[in-house]
């Protein structure tokens, strides 16, 4: 190793070092994942992933086995349903939903379909 390369290295540890990145498994990426969504309201109040969300803001909370004890806080997730589409952010667990299933903010929820539609069948997949 260079000595620049060292110095890179070490400047970047030391930088870098208290945040936590989380790479996406491969096989998520391709993966398909079929569920009911509803929708939860996070009126400003912290998800499991630390932070506050909004009932504007375009969020999402997993199930649990999605969720992973967290290794997919912040990643997108593209929600599709009857031709609409919207880009979620997962800032939350769902412990009451099944596996596939998700609950999506109001204003996420209102880019597939009315909040009075309740429950919906929905497609989704990591972005």
Known sequence: MS???????????????????????????AQ????????????????ACGAPSQN???????SADQYDGGANCWRHIGV?????F??????????????????LSPAAFEQLAPLSAGRIQVSWDYE
Do not use: R
Request: hydrophobic share 40%; glycine share 10%.
């Open 3 to 29: 000595f620049k390369a060292l110095i890179v290295a070490a400047v970047s540890a030391a930088f870098f070092g208290s945040i936590q990145v989380y790479a996406a498994p491969a096989s998520d990426s």
């Open 86 to 103: 919207v880009d979620a952010t997962v800032v939350d667990l769902c412990p009451g939903c099944a596996s596939g299933s998700i609950d």
């Open 56 to 62: 504007t803001d375009l969020v999402v909370a997993l």
């Open 32 to 47: 398909t994942y079929y569920g009911d969504a509803t929708s939860y309201y996070p009126d400003g109040g912290l998800g």
């Open 80 to 84: 599709h349903y009857q031709g609409h």
